[in-house]
């Protein structure tokens, strides 16, 4: 399985573009990238998922350069209800077990 | 709602004892899903059932562990002899057969083993 790296936390005010970026170096060709959002004693919801270039939806935005080894997720305009966990994901698509790291901690101030 | 449910919400057991926990997936969803999610952690993979058939299994899922899908429609994990390490967030999630395998998640249920 690919291994993913993100950052521990990051910080942000609203109204502000937020981006947290994914490393997957060892990604392998039938792999997706997927990105999960989670609130506190929720389970995680899914946002976006992609495999190579830009993928865009009503919530964010997720791009991928040509290597694949890494990819960012883009969060227009953010409010203080984007406070959450967000996790980065590299599978193929056929594996139903989902691999979930530690997550990014975004923390949106007013 | 047509979501992901699970029951209960809650439980506080002592170490030792039985507790089973049961999700409800959305009704067209055929795949079921176990995570188990300690604080401060990702959701850790327990089990998958595709229908009522349990096609993987974790090697987190111990001995102790057992999960049932009877009738491919909801399931249960039970935990027998729960010790505190079991303490955590039990997830259950669904997902209809299709590409891109998008999960639905329920609320959880979490454990504390005193």
């Known amino acids: 399985l690919a291994k993913t790296t993100q950052p521990i936390s990051m910080d942000s005010y609203e109204g502000q573009e937020v981006n947290i970026t994914c490393s997957h170096n060892?990604?392998?060709?039938?792999?997706?990238i997927t990105w999960y959002q989670q609130f506190p004693s929720q389970g995680p919801r899914f946002i976006i998922q992609g495999y190579k270039t830009k993928v865009t939806n009503e919530v964010a935005s997720l791009f991928i350069p040509a290597d694949r080894k890494s990819s960012t997720l883009s969060l227009p305009r953010v409010s203080l209800s984007d406070t959450a966990v967000y996790y980065c994901?590299?599978?193929?698509?056929?594996?139903?077990?989902?691999?979930f790291g530690s997550g990014t901690r975004l923390q949106v101030q007013p | 709602d047509t979501g992901v449910s699970q029951d209960p919400r809650h439980k506080i057991t002592k170490r030792g004892q039985n507790v089973t926990f049961r999700c409800d997936p959305i009704?067209?969803?055929?795949?079921l899903y176990w995570y188990r999610q300690t604080l401060g952690q990702g959701p850790e993979f327990l089990t998958y059932?595709?229908?009522?058939?349990?096609?993987?299994k974790s090697r987190l899922l111990s001995d102790r562990f057992s999960a049932e899908r009877p009738k491919g429609s909801f399931s249960t994990l039970e935990i027998q002899r729960t010790e505190q390490g079991d303490s955590a967030m039990y997830l259950c999630?669904?997902?209809?057969?299709?590409?891109?395998?998008?999960?639905?998640f329920g609320p959880g249920t979490r454990l504390t083993v005193t």
């Open positions: 009704s067209e969803h055929n795949r």
């Open positions: 060892n990604i392998a060709t039938n792999d997706y």
């Open positions: 059932f595709q229908n009522e058939a349990q096609l993987e």
């Open positions: 999630a669904s997902s209809a057969q299709g590409p891109g395998d998008e999960q639905y």
């Open positions: 994901l590299v599978g193929d698509a056929s594996r139903r077990a989902l691999t």
